[in-house]
């Protein structure tokens, strides 16, 4: 009778710690998951992804996710400077095959 008990015993331990470290772990992901959300929210704010478009001679800069406008300009160059003076604290990132496409790498 006695060794059944500690079989009980044990097993009830057993769980017991399992129990404590699984909270553990999920409070940790929480953590984890909320530091997560805030890293992506500055790197949005950080980073403009965008699309370009060329009509005639003149390359046009969007915004992926909304579609504003970001930019024109004849070349890279005027680009850089148009981005530049309007977005002081953001950088514009495109797509590397559209910049190959276009001829702007």
């Not at 699309?51 to 004849?74: M, N, P, S, W």
Request: some cysteine; aromatic content about 10%.
């Amino acid at each position: 009778m006695e060794i059944i008990w500690s079989i009980i015993v044990g097993i009830a331990i057993a769980w017991l710690i399992l129990k404590l470290f699984t909270m553990y772990l999920q409070a940790k992901n929480e953590v984890l998951k909320k530091e997560l959300e805030v890293l992506n929210k500055n790197l949005k704010e950080k980073f403009i992804s965008c699309d370009i478009e060329k009509h005639g001679e003149v390359f046009y800069l969007f915004e992926k996710e909304t579609d504003r406008f970001i930019a024109q300009g004849r070349n890279m160059d005027e680009l850089k400077i148009h981005c530049d003076s309007r977005f002081k604290t953001q950088v514009i990132v495109a797509d590397n095959e559209q910049l190959e496409k276009f001829g702007l790498k």
